[in-house]
C-alpha cells in the first residue's frame, strides 16, 4: 500500500545551524506534500507544502524541495532556533478524495 | 484551524464504558478525520468521512465508531471493545477541491482509561 518513510526519526543541533528532514513516498500518482508541525500536548500545525509541479518553496528560514522522479521531498530549516524544537510530519496525497499519508516524524531538538 | 474544536480536551472512562468525543468545524469543510496518537508515535487514521451520511474506516478502525449527520459534526465513539484507548485523539478537516488541500486539527482529547 501507499508509505511515507521519513529520516531521520531524532535530530538535535545546535542553535543557528540547519536541519534538514528527508521523506519518500511510494506512490508516483501523489502531487501534494504538506509538512506539519507538533509542540508537545499540541495539534499538528501545517508550516509548509508544495504541490508537484513545483520543485521548490521557500518560506523565510523554512524551505521545502521536491524531486518527483527519485519520490522524495525534504523540509530545510535555516538558522535554527529553541522555538522550532518539536516533532515534524510530512505528508503525501493524491487527490482531494483520498487520505493523507504521513511519514512517522522527526524529533527535532535545538540546542541553545 | 480556529475554526475547528474539540470536546472535551481532557476525559476520563472507566472500563467498560462508552464515550463519545466530539470535533465540529465551521470552516465548511467537506472532509472530515479522526486520528489517533499514541506517545511519541504518529498519526493513525480511525476514520473519514467525505461527505455527510458518508464515512470509511481508516487504518485502525476496530472499537471506533462515528457518525456524519451534519457537514459540521463528526463525533467519535470509543466502544468497549477498544482494548487500549488511552491515547490522544486528533479530529481534521479539509476542504474538497478538484486538487487536494491542507488538512486542519483540532486541539485534541486526552483520553485516559481508569
Known amino acids: 500500500g501507499e508509505n511515507v518513510e521519513q529520516h531521520p526519526s531524532t535530530l538535535s543541533v545546535q542553535e543557528g545551524d540547519s536541519a534538514v528532514i528527508k521523506c519518500t513516498y511510494s506512490?508516483?500518482?501523489?502531487?501534494?506534500f504538506p509538512w506539519y508541525k507538533q509542540e508537545l500536548g499540541k495539534r499538528p500545525q501545517l508550516i509548509i507544502d508544495?504541490?508537484?509541479?513545483?520543485g521548490e518553496k521557500k518560506d523565510q528560514r523554512i524551505a521545502v524541495t521536491l524531486n518527483k522522479t527519485a519520490k522524495h521531498f525534504s523540509l530545510h530549516i535555516t538558522e535554527t532556533q529553541p522555538e522550532d524544537s518539536a516533532v515534524y510530519f510530512c505528508?503525501?496525497?493524491?487527490?482531494?478524495?483520498?487520505?493523507?499519508?504521513f511519514g512517522p516524524g522527526t524529533s527535532l531538538s535545538v540546542i541553545p | 484551524d480556529g475554526g475547528i474544536t474539540q470536546s472535551p480536551k481532557y476525559l476520563f472512562r472507566k472500563e467498560g464504558q462508552n464515550v463519545t468525543l466530539s470535533c465540529e468545524q465551521n470552516?465548511?469543510?467537506?472532509?472530515m478525520y479522526w486520528y489517533r496518537q499514541d506517545p511519541g508515535q504518529g498519526l493513525r487514521l480511525i476514520y473519514y468521512?467525505?461527505?455527510?451520511?458518508?464515512?470509511q474506516k481508516g487504518d485502525i478502525a476496530e472499537g471506533y465508531s462515528v457518525s456524519r449527520e451534519k457537514k459540521e459534526s463528526f463525533p467519535l465513539t470509543v466502544t468497549s471493545a477498544q482494548k487500549n484507548p488511552t491515547a490522544f485523539y486528533l479530529c481534521?478537516?479539509?476542504?474538497?477541491?478538484?486538487?487536494?488541500?491542507?488538512?486542519?486539527f483540532g486541539p485534541g482529547t486526552r483520553l485516559t482509561v481508569l
Open positions: 506512490d508516483s500518482a501523489s502531487n501534494y
Open positions: 470552516l465548511n469543510h467537506d472532509a
Open positions: 481534521a478537516s479539509s476542504i474538497r477541491h478538484s486538487s487536494p488541500d491542507t488538512q486542519y
Open positions: 505528508a503525501a496525497v493524491k487527490t482531494s478524495y483520498d487520505k493523507v499519508i
Open positions: 468521512s467525505q461527505i455527510v451520511n458518508d464515512f
Open positions: 508544495i504541490r508537484s509541479n513545483v
